[in-house]
C-alpha cells in the first residue's frame, strides 16, 4: 500500500506543479510581467514547489535527512541527468549572463551550503546542523538573487507580452488552477514523505538515502519534464535557466524556510555529497563556457556522472 501512496503522491506533485505553474503563468502575462521575470521566478518555483513541500513536511515531521537529502539529490539530478537528456536530445545554448552571474550565483549558494552544514569540520561541534540563523542567512541570499531578477525584469519591460488576454480569459479560471495545484502539491507531498520514509525502514534504507534518491528524483520530475519540453522545441535557454533557477530556489528557498521551521541536522555522508554538488556545477559552468552551448557529448558525460553517482549512493549505504 505504501507503494501506491508513494505513486500517487508523485503524481499529485507533477500535475499539481503543472496546474500551478500554468495558473500563475497565466496571471503574470495579464500583469504585463516580463517573460524573463517569469521564466526565473514563477517556472522556476513551480517546478521546485514539489521540493519545497517534500523538505518543509519533513522538516515539520523531523525527518531532516529526508529534507536535506532531497534537496541535494534533486539538484545533483537536475545538474546531470536533467541537462544531460535535455543536451542530448538538442544542444542547449548559454546566455552570457548565465555564465557570468546566473551559474557562478549557483556555485556560490552551494558553497554557502557547504559551509554552514560543517560545524564539525569548521568548529568541532560533535554534530553538523543547519540552524534557524543559517536558514535567515539563507533567504537573505535569495532576497539579493530575486532583486538581480526583478531589475533585470524590469530593464527588459519592453519585450513583455503586449497582446490583449484571450476573450475567454478568466481571473477566476486561473486563480482556481493555481490553488488546485498548490493544493495537489501539499497532499502529494505529505504522501511522498509520509510512504518514501516508511519503505525506506522497510528496505534498510537511511532517510537521508531515501531522500537523495527516490524522492530527491520523484520531485525533480517536473524539471525533467519542463526541460525536456524545452529542448525538444528548441527553446534552450528555458531548459537551462530552468534548471539554474530551480537549483537556487532548492538550496536558499527551501532549505532556508525548512531550517527556520527546524533546524536541520546533518549527516557526515550528506557534506560528501554537497562538495559533489560543487564539483558537479563547476563542470556545467565549464561546458558552458565552451561555445556558449552544451552538447551531445557532454550531456552524455553529465548523465554517466549520474549513473556513477547513485551507484556509489547505494553501496555506501
Known amino acids: 500500500m505504501a507503494y501506491i501512496l508513494l505513486l500517487v503522491g508523485f503524481v499529485l506533485l507533477i500535475k499539481g506543479a503543472d496546474y500551478f505553474v500554468q495558473g500563475a503563468s497565466g496571471i503574470a502575462r495579464l500583469l504585463r510581467v516580463p517573460p524573463i521575470l517569469i521564466g526565473l521566478t514563477i517556472v522556476a518555483f513551480g517546478t521546485s514547489s514539489p521540493e519545497a513541500t517534500v523538505s518543509i513536511i519533513a522538516a515539520l515531521e523531523g525527518s531532516a535527512g529526508v529534507a536535506v537529502g532531497n534537496v541535494v539529490g534533486s539538484n545533483i539530478f537536475n545538474i546531470t541527468l536533467v541537462v544531460g537528456v535535455a543536451a542530448f536530445l538538442y544542444p542547449l545554448k548559454v546566455q552570457s549572463d548565465s555564465i557570468k552571474k546566473e551559474i557562478p ?179 556545467l559552468l565549464i561546458f558552458a563556457r565552451t561555445g556558449y552551448k552544451i552538447g551531445k557529448l557532454e550531456g552524455v558525460v553529465l548523465a554517466i556522472a549520474y549513473v556513477v553517482y547513485l551507484v556509489y549512493i547505494i553501496m555506501r549505504n
Not at 531550517?259 to 536541520?264: F, R
Open 105 to 283: 550565483f549557483t556555485l556560490l549558494a552551494s558553497v554557502a551550503l557547504l559551509i554552514v552544514m560543517s560545524d564539525a569540520a569548521l568548529q568541532g561541534f560533535g554534530a553538523n546542523v543547519i540552524t534557524r540563523a543559517d536558514g535567515l542567512l539563507f533567504l537573505l541570499f535569495l532576497s539579493i538573487f530575486m532583486y538581480y531578477v526583478i531589475e533585470n525584469g524590469l530593464k527588459s519591460r519592453k519585450d513583455a507580452v503586449d497582446s490583449p488576454a484571450p476573450a475567454d480569459f478568466r481571473w477566476g479560471k486561473k486563480i482556481f488552477i493555481t490553488l488546485i495545484g498548490l493544493a495537489a502539491i501539499i497532499v502529494g507531498g505529505d504522501f511522498v514523505v509520509d510512504n518514501g520514509t516508511k519503505i525506506a525502514y522497510s528496505l534498510g534504507m537511511s532517510e537521508t538515502l531515501v531522500g537523495l534518491t527516490i524522492i530527491a528524483v520523484g520531485t525533480s520530475l517536473p524539471e525533467l519534464v519542463t526541460s525536456i519540453t524545452a529542448a525538444l522545441k528548441k527553446e534552450s535557454e528555458i531548459a537551462i535557466g530552468n534548471i539554474i533557477g530551480s537549483n537556487i530556489f532548492n538550496i536558499l528557498f527551501v532549505l532556508g524556510v525548512s531550517s527556520v521551521i527546524s533546524p536541520l541536522t546533518v549527516s557526515g555522508e550528506v557534506v560528501t555529497d554537497v562538495v559533489f554538488m560543487i564539483i558537479l556545477t563547476m563542470v
